[in-house]
């Protein structure tokens, strides 16, 4: 089985992204071996749990733009009511959600990207009353809640630090994927218990911003945060499987209790990704191929995930 920390399936479904990236609507309940992501797919390879993350900005005019939260929580239901021609999925929000998870279902568990929205608490208050249980503070750009990729000094600023007490109030997760260092120390040395990298390879193999520090590594191994390696193509030194792999022969022998799965498999035709990696059939073959701890993986997610999702109430 496959537990993802990261699927990019509002990107399929988001209408605004689709044009954006220049891909027509697909049909996801149709098997097609030639696409990122479909649930036939997910179904055929047994992928069980996803997190997926709702982004906080817009595409217009070729430039992003901030959305408010009526506009996030707009392709949100959006998102909730597509969502429901899929039969084989269900959404998790409570541990009823979870315990009643049918052994043929997809268990997804929203999150989102970003907080650029966020202007209070009660707006944080409506995120989680509507199901998001995963928290981005920042995509790649700062915001009031603190730093992100292209600050890699910025850390946790005042507002962020009021939201990060509600969530974990809520025993929510801290997603630092997009991250400033500086956030990505401060949150990983105070609350390691609540946060996760959804998406993230290793800058020892390619230093790219997304990629995680060996500063950020030692913290990671100090207490067990999971790490779901990614194949964004701009993280791998190498764009293929065996780039992957060198991230997690590393990751295996340094803390194997971090080691989880983030395939960010979007889509994106300017992204490019490798043959042998660029949906979960391909990846599955290579997962064989190469004797990856698959169940590792899994346990590893389903283990943190359930922890938090036994604690939710509906």
């Known amino acids: 089985m496959f537990f993802d920390l990261h699927l990019d399936l509002e990107v399929y479904l988001n209408e605004n992204l689709r044009k954006f990236l220049k891909f027509e609507k697909r049909n996801l309940n149709k098997l097609n071996e030639n696409l990122p992501f479909d649930f036939k797919q997910a179904e055929k390879v047994g992928l069980k ?48 959600d979870l315990y009643s998870l049918k052994k ?23 995120l989680w009353k509507n199901g998001i249980r995963v928290f981005g503070l920042t995509w790649n750009f700062t915001n009031s809640l603190a730093g992100g990729l292209n ?41 390691p218990e609540n946060v996760i990298f959804s998406h993230n390879n290793l800058k020892k193999f390619k230093n790219f911003p997304q990629n995680i520090s060996d500063k950020i590594l030692k913290l990671v191994k100090r207490n067990n945060i999971l ?23 590393y990751l ?12 960010d498999f979007l889509g994106f035709s300017f992204q490019e990704s490798a043959p042998d990696c660029f949906n979960f059939l391909e990846l599955n073959k290579n997962f064989k191929k190469f004797k990856i701890k698959k169940k590792l993986l899994f346990d590893n997610a389903y283990k943190f995930f359930y922890n938090k999702i036994s604690t939710w109430k509906t």
Not at 104 to 126: A, C, N, R, T
Not at 161 to 187: C, M, P, R
Not at 252 to 263: D, E, V, Y
């Open 49 to 96: 749990f996803a997190v997926v993350q709702f982004q906080s900005l817009k595409f217009e005019n070729g430039k992003l733009k901030e959305i408010k939260l009526s506009e996030f929580l707009k392709n949100y239901e959006t998102f909730l009511r597509k969502i429901k021609e899929f039969k084989k999925v269900k959404i998790i929000k409570s541990k009823d």
């Open 104 to 126: 043929s279902q997809i268990g997804i568990i929203l999150g989102v990207e970003g907080m650029y929205f966020l202007k209070s608490l009660k707006h944080l208050d409506i």
């Open 151 to 191: 600050n890699p000094e910025v850390g946790i600023k005042k507002f962020g630090k009021e939201v990060i007490f509600q969530i974990l109030k809520y025993n929510g997760i801290l997603d630092l994927a997009h991250s400033s260092e500086k956030t990505k120390i401060e949150l990983a040395e105070k609350y």
């Open 227 to 249: 790490v779901g390696l990614t194949f964004l193509p701009k993280s791998l030194d190498e764009n293929n499987f065996l780039g992957w792999k060198k991230n997690y022969d």
């Open 252 to 263: 295996l022998k340094f803390n194997k209790k971090s080691l989880a799965l983030g395939t």
